[in-house]
C-alpha cells in the first residue's frame, strides 16, 4: 500500500540522492566531479530549506521505502497586478521511481504540494516540466509559459 508524508531532516540525504539521479537521467548532470558538488550544494539546500520552512516535500512511500517526491520552494519577488504580494510557490523535485509510475502517485504528490501552497496563501505557482510530466501538470490546470519549459498556475 502506497502512503504520503511530509519530509523530515531526516530525510534530506535520500532525497538529494533522489534529486541528483533525476538530474543526472535528465542530462543535467555529466561528469562524476559535477554529481559531487551538486550533490552536496542540494543536501544544504533540502537541510537549510526543512528546517527554516522555505522548502516542502511531500513523499510516497511503498512499505518505509521513498518512490516518489515531490518539493515546493517559497519565495518573494517584487509584486505585480497577478501577485499583489509577490509570494511565488516552485514546484520541483516531482520525481516518481519507473516502476511506480502510471499509477497516480505524482498526480496525489502534485495535489499536495498544490494544496499546500494554497493554504499558505500562495497565489502563483510555478514549475519547470520535462516532457514526462507536462501532460500531467497541462492537466491539473498548468499553462505554458511562452513556449519555454516553464508552467505556471494561478490559484
Do not use: C
Request: hydrophobic share 40%.
Amino acid at each position: 500500500m502506497i502512503t504520503y508524508r511530509k519530509a523530515v531532516l531526516s530525510d534530506v540525504e535520500k532525497l538529494a540522492e533522489i534529486r541528483v539521479n533525476f538530474l543526472t537521467e535528465a542530462g543535467n548532470i555529466t561528469s562524476e566531479e559535477e554529481r559531487n558538488f551538486i550533490e552536496r550544494a542540494i543536501l544544504e539546500y533540502f537541510k537549510k530549506g526543512l528546517y527554516d520552512k522555505t522548502f516542502v516535500s511531500w513523499l510516497a512511500l511503498d512499505k518505509e521505502e521513498i518512490i516518489a517526491t515531490s518539493g515546493l520552494s517559497f519565495s518573494v519577488v517584487p509584486p505585480y497586478s497577478q501577485v499583489p504580494d509577490g509570494k511565488v510557490a516552485y514546484i520541483m523535485n516531482m520525481y516518481t521511481f519507473p516502476t511506480y509510475r502510471k499509477r497516480g502517485i505524482g498526480t496525489t504528490l502534485l495535489k499536495r504540494v498544490v494544496d499546500e501552497a494554497k493554504q499558505l496563501g500562495y497565489k502563483k505557482i510555478t514549475l519547470d516540466a520535462t516532457k514526462t510530466g507536462k501532460p500531467i501538470y497541462e492537466k491539473y490546470g498548468f499553462k505554458d509559459l511562452h513556449d519555454l519549459d516553464a508552467m505556471v498556475l494561478f490559484v
